[in-house]
């Protein structure tokens, strides 16, 4: 089936009540998801820390969630200054970290996802070809959680290629590591690229999946 939902995130968002179930969920794979029951929900976005190829793993507690989307949610680069002036404090009430923070494909900053992935069933897709259901397992005695995904799916195959994201902390050297250092330039990001290194920072970047599903997990 030819999907006709929007590419990029914003407008996913906008139009996720008229186009998830048609193209993202044939009726086929719908009836086979009759158990657990799903509950569709506005569209959520997965911070995924993994190999692409990976179908499993154990490290979902370095996953994060946005129950809401970050891209409205965040400022430009050049809105820096202003959110310093604001104690850090963001107009859409999430706060600025200093030490780690957050930048989207646009160069937006973008507030945190939370951490550690909540445990769940999650139908997850990349707009692309494959929808899949993500199951995330409560952290077991050391702190670990286990992730998997069906539909012979792997993390590649469910990655939004067009949502980049990363978060930026002082490097090792110890110098400032700020977003008045990031080159407006350097964006927006390719689908599917690295996001760009900023001077003074390590960087970690995060796939993006997602989210228009939920289930608990049994019991």
């Not at 900053?109 to 707009?127: Q, S």
């Amino acid at each position: 089936m030819k999907n006709k939902c929007p590419a990029t995130r914003r407008s996913l968002l906008a139009a996720v009540s008229t186009c998830v179930v048609s193209s993202l969920v044939p009726f086929t794979f719908a009836q086979e998801y009759r158990r657990p029951r799903f509950q569709r929900i506005p569209v959520q976005y997965i911070a995924a820390l993994a190999d692409p190829h990976a179908r499993s793993g154990n490290n979902a507690e370095q996953w994060g969630l946005w129950r809401k989307d970050p891209g409205p949610r965040g400022l430009p680069l050049d809105f820096y200054d202003t959110l310093r002036a604001n104690d850090n404090v963001a107009p859409a009430n999430w706060t600025f970290n200093d030490n780690a923070w957050w930048l989207e494909e646009h160069g937006l900053i973008m507030e945190a996802p939370e951490f550690p992935m909540p445990a769940g069933h999650y139908l997850v897709t990349g707009n692309r070809d494959i929808t899949a259901m993500l199951t995330v397992y409560a952290q077991d005695a050391k702190g670990s959680q286990r992730w998997e995904l069906d539909n012979d799916a792997d993390v590649y195959d469910v990655t939004h290629l067009r949502c980049r994201s990363a978060i930026y902390t002082p490097d090792a050297a110890g110098h400032d590591c700020t977003p008045a250092s990031a080159l407006q330039s350097n964006f927006p990001v390719r689908p599917g690229a690295d996001m760009p290194p900023v001077n003074g920072c390590s960087k970690q970047d995060y796939m993006v999946l997602i989210v228009y599903a939920t289930a608990p997990l049994e019991a």
